[in-house]
């Protein structure tokens, strides 16, 4: 397996024999064809960070993320989920379908 | 390392979000003349109906032509959330003229897409578009030219009743 990207918490791999990705979360490591790392970037995309500095709109700063089809469930607080955000864009530039490149970012 | 994400997906993920974008906007189209055609139906302009019916059916297969070319270069596409849409109109050339403000903000966000896509060299996305570039040309076309025709026919006495039965001119 191949390190593609690793952020402060997570570590992004691809593995070329199986065709399909892995992030390691410290706790497990998860397997993920592209489709669920784009179901991912979907997901995170779709956070409302800003309301982790809420209290009314999220009072205690975390989410909930389900992946691969609910196979594994996260509870991720705020810094977490930031990390995972930079892996995921990070990772995506490096696996070469983000038009962002390394140096811009 | 082997290019799995490419061969895989075919277009940037930029684009595929600026795509999933106007899938939205597609479905907020469509939703919104359901709700044009609903007022026609209430009051009383039956074959604007018919015309808001058919449009809201046309978006619909613009939103479908952009999930399934989501589908084929392997993206992600998302089925949309469709919220806000506005039932109250003040009269039938309201309708119609938010019909074309509703078109034109639909061009922009097309050129937009087109612009981005050139800017990242994705020529399959930039060459997807063409058609519904060409298809907003029209599109804008047809209210213009309903507009006109109430501006000709006037909303006076029997006049907007006029106005129905002409736009049976742009249901083909
Ligand atoms: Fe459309
Ligand atoms: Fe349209």
């Known amino acids: ?39 991912l970037r979907h997901k995170l995309m779709s956070i409302a960070i800003e309301n982790h500095f809420d209290s009314d709109l999220n009072s205690h700063g975390f989410e909930v993320l389900m992946l691969c089809n609910k196979e594994h469930l996260f509870v991720l607080n705020t810094l977490e989920i930031l990390d995972l955000k930079k892996l995921v864009d990070h990772g995506f530039m490096e696996i070469g379908i983000s038009a962002k490149t390394v140096a811009i970012v | 390392m082997k ?35 609903s007022w026609c139906e209430q009051n009383g302009f039956f074959t604007s109906a018919k015309f808001f019916f058919k449009q809201a059916e046309e978006e619909r297969e ?72 060409m298809e907003q040309v029209e599109e804008e076309n047809t209210i213009r030219d309903i507009l006109d025709m109430i501006e000709v026919t006037g909303t006076e006495g029997v006049g907007l009743q006029m106005i129905d039965n002409q736009v049976a001119n742009w249901i083909d």
Not at chain 2, 6 to 11: A, D, L
Not at chain 2, 14 to 36: F, P, R, V
């Open chain 2, 62 to 133: 613009h939103m479908m032509k952009i999930f399934n070319f989501l589908v084929d270069t392997g993206g992600n596409p998302i089925s949309p959330e469709v919220t806000d849409i506005n039932h109250d109109y003040s009269s039938i050339v309201d309708v119609f003229e938010s019909t074309l403000e509703h078109e034109v903000k639909v061009t922009q966000s097309i050129h937009n897409i087109v612009k981005k896509a050139r800017e990242m060299g994705d020529i399959a996305t930039e060459r997807f578009l063409d058609w519904f570039v």
């Open chain 2, 3 to 37: 290019d799995i994400a490419r061969q895989s997906m075919s277009i940037k993920v930029e684009s595929m979000d600026l795509l999933n974008g106007q899938i939205k906007m597609e479905a907020h189209a469509s939703a919104t003349y359901l709700a044009m055609a």
């Open chain 1, 1 to 39: 397996m191949n390190v593609v990207f690793q952020s402060t918490y997570y570590t992004l791999y691809q593995a070329n024999n199986e065709r399909c990705f892995y992030i390691d979360f410290g706790q497990k490591t998860v397997r993920m064809s592209l489709c669920q790392l784009l179901s």
